[in-house]
């Protein structure tokens, strides 16, 4: 568990965040104005990155965890013996 002050996590970890967020709109900026947006919103993996945005927006502790869930495949019985 982080045990750091808030401030000092936003003094240290405020560019890397913003620039992260940054990368996250440029990307879908590109999609909408891709040739073939109008088939790309329909791609199941919009839908992951609009779970992820809504996850993060949460005030909860473990938004990492529930990002990551939200991208993870559900877990497969037998997934190795195929």
Avoid at 25 to 47: F, M, P, V, Y
Avoid at 75 to 81: A, H, L, T
């Amino acid at each position: 568990m982080n045990q750091r002050p808030a401030a000092n996590v936003l003094e240290n970890d405020f560019l890397t965040i913003r620039h992260a967020i940054l990368n996250v709109a440029a990307g879908l900026d590109r999609i909408d104005e891709g040739s073939d947006n109008a088939t790309a919103k329909d791609d199941h993996r919009i839908q992951q990155i609009k779970n992820a945005l809504a996850i993060l927006a949460e005030p909860d502790l473990g938004r990492a965890e529930r990002v990551q869930l939200a991208f993870s495949r559900p877990y497969e019985p037998g997934w190795n013996k195929k």
